[in-house]
């Protein structure tokens, strides 16, 4: 498996993964047009033909008989160009001493302050390809793209999670607080945020701080808890450091994590090796191996060896990477000592 750039000739295969996806993959819309557009941006944001507030980092995934399995994507700085709101659960602090009364209500406050951050978005791997280190590879090969050019890049990565919702697409957070301010069901007002539509939330979203008290028990219930679907990455990317420290999706209230990229445990240990041919042992660990290109950029995750400051990969490997002995790689364990340990 290899995770690349997009290319335009992916097109037709990657419409076919999105509608796979089903509709709550709102930010891949399976609209042709407005995926070719994406597409397109991608190869300008790859060649460096744009600003970091505009770029957008589409990934496939792609197996060796070329097909695409899977998709994921960083954005260079969201909220520079649209707004870019959550809501930050906080304490609001009541007390009557009279009374004896004294009351900590959790408080939604709307804000915009990850404004200028980085995302990592948009994943999404076939369910038949669920298995092996794929869905790390998938995911974190976006992390060790960043550790290669954090130029390009915030000082803080963010991934809003998808939310609580049930098999109809209904949000009890959104039926509960959303929609009586926007007269529209939870999918339509989440797939014009997916398009990009969202000034609407600045226009009608109340300001003023809302009590969760005032919610419905069941939309108070998901309050920052993540799909079940979203757990799986919920879990790798907290193994990587990543934290929810309070805010949350205005829609559907699913949790957003975030994390200092120098935190990040991909970005943090991954190093500079000199890539070498020879036969790892069968004991040797899986590493995630970057071939250090911006727009030719190749990712996979191989058993390795290191020696020194040199990787010893197999022949494939190498060739999946486009690679000749001698070539600098980036490369980290694809799995933390901890991880190492279990599934030894």
Not at 6 to 16: E, Q
Not at 74 to 87: Q, S
Not at 177 to 193: E, V
Not at 291 to 309: P, S
Request: hydrophobic share 40%; aromatic share 6%.
């Amino acid at each position: 498996m290899i995770v690349r750039p997009v290319h335009v000739t992916d097109l037709p295969a990657l419409l076919n993964l999105v509608r796979q996806a089903g509709p709550g993959f709102t930010t891949l819309p399976a609209n042709e047009e407005r995926l070719a557009h994406r597409v397109r941006w991608a190869q300008r944001t790859f060649a460096e033909q744009v600003e970091r507030a505009d770029a957008d980092y589409l990934f496939v995934l792609e197996d060796d008989d070329q097909q695409l399995v899977g998709v994921s994507a960083l954005v260079g700085a969201v909220g520079l160009r649209e707004p870019w709101y959550n809501y930050r659960v906080g304490l609001t602090v009541s007390s009557s001493p009279d009374l004896g009364i004294r009351r900590q209500i959790p408080t939604l406050f709307l804000n915009n302050e990850m404004t200028g951050q980085s995302e990592i978005c948009s994943l999404f791997l076939r369910p038949d390809q669920r298995q092996g280190s794929n869905g790390r590879l998938l995911s974190l090969g976006r992390l060790l793209f960043v550790a290669e050019f954090p130029h390009l890049f915030g000082d803080k990565l963010i991934a809003e999670l998808r939310g609580s919702a049930d098999e109809q697409g209904c949000s009890p957070f959104w039926d509960s607080l959303g929609r009586h301010f926007f007269k529209m069901d939870f999918s339509h007002a989440d797939h014009l945020s997916g398009l990009g539509s969202k000034s609407f939330i600045a226009e009608l979203m109340p300001r003023q701080p809302l009590y969760t008290c005032l919610l419905t028990e069941q939309a108070q219930a998901v309050i920052g808890k993540a799909h079940p679907n979203t757990e799986p990455a919920l879990k790798i990317l907290t193994a990587e450091g990543f934290a929810h420290k309070g805010y949350i999706d205005i829609f559907d209230a699913g949790p957003v994590i975030e994390a200092p990229v120098s935190n990040i445990r991909t970005v943090r240990d991954s190093q500079p090796l000199v890539l070498a041919i020879g036969t790892p042992d069968e004991e040797a660990p899986v590493w995630l191996i970057h071939n250090r290109r911006l727009e030719n950029c190749r990712i996979t995750a191989a058993q390795a060896r290191q020696v020194g400051n040199s990787l010893i990969v197999d022949r494939l490997t190498a060739k999946r990477l486009q690679l000749q002995p001698g070539n600098s790689v980036r490369a980290v364990p694809l799995l933390n000592q901890q991880q190492q340990a279990v599934a030894a």
